[in-house]
Nanobody, 124 residues
Framework: VQLQASGGGLVQAGGSLRLSCSAS????????MGWFRQTPGKEREFVAAISPSGARTYSTDSVKGRFTISRDNDKNTVYLQMNSLKPEDTAVYYC??????????????????WGQGTQVTVSS
């Protein structure tokens, strides 16, 4: 599975961005998807995840109420809508995919396939 993340950029605090992650896999609807982020010198951090059908979503407390994960299985794409961005949201954002359904949605080790990352920079 090849994942291509896009949509990052530079935005002022309080602004919005929508990240997209497109997958090459025909059976995309069988995969759970996640978004993680990483800043230099820090471990990769869970942001949000979504079940294969889209019925269940998960997010870390720091983004609840601001970020929304969604997916369009017809387009093989998962999205991360980010509103009310803060400087501490600055990071490289990665999308990830897994269809083994083993392990926690919140754990990066549960995901097999990873995109290349897209930079999000929020200025104060």
């Amino acid at each position: 599975v090849q994942l291509q993340a896009s949509g990052g950029g530079l935005v002022q605090a309080g602004g919005s961005l929508r990240l997209s992650c497109s997958a090459s896999e025909r059976t995309f609807s069988n995969y759970r998807m996640g978004w993680f982020r990483q800043t230099p010198g820090k471990e990769r951090e869970f942001v949000a995840a979504i079940s294969p059908s889209g019925a269940r979503t998960y997010s870390t407390d720091s983004v609840k109420g601001r970020f929304t994960i969604s997916r369009d299985n017809d387009k093989n794409t998962v999205y991360l809508q980010m509103n009310s961005l803060k400087p501490e949201d600055t990071a490289v954002y990665y999308c990830a995919a897994d269809r083994s359904y083993s392990g926690s949605y919140y754990y990066d080790g549960s995901y097999i396939y990873w995109g290349q990352g897209t930079q999000v920079t929020v200025s104060s």
